[in-house]
């Protein structure tokens, strides 16, 4: 199982909405819109799950297609500090 990160969603971008988008690829193990605590409204980015050769598929499908003006950046999540973190001293 991959997760796929997105990028530069609209701000009234639902979960639906990307969800179809995905599922023109492979099936969608599941989905997560970031929003804004008190709007309510979408802050531009999501995460999906997929396989692995469904999410390849839909990082080279969807990554700089335009929804609503906007040209999305998708690609594979990576970790934010794959050394561990911690501060050093």
Avoid: W
Wanted: charged fraction near 30%; hydrophobic fraction near 35%; include cysteine.
């Amino acid at each position: 199982m991959k997760t796929v990160c997105i990028g530069n969603l609209p701000p009234d971008a639902t979960d639906q909405e990307v969800t179809d988008l995905f599922a023109a690829y492979g099936r969608v193990h599941g989905l997560r819109l970031t929003r804004d605590v008190f709007s309510g409204l979408c802050r531009g980015f999501g995460f999906v799950k997929m396989e692995g050769h469904e999410a390849r598929a839909a990082i080279g499908g969807l990554n700089g297609q335009e929804l609503r003006g906007r040209r999305l950046k998708v690609n594979e999540e990576r970790a934010s500090n794959p050394r561990g973190g911690g501060r050093r001293r």
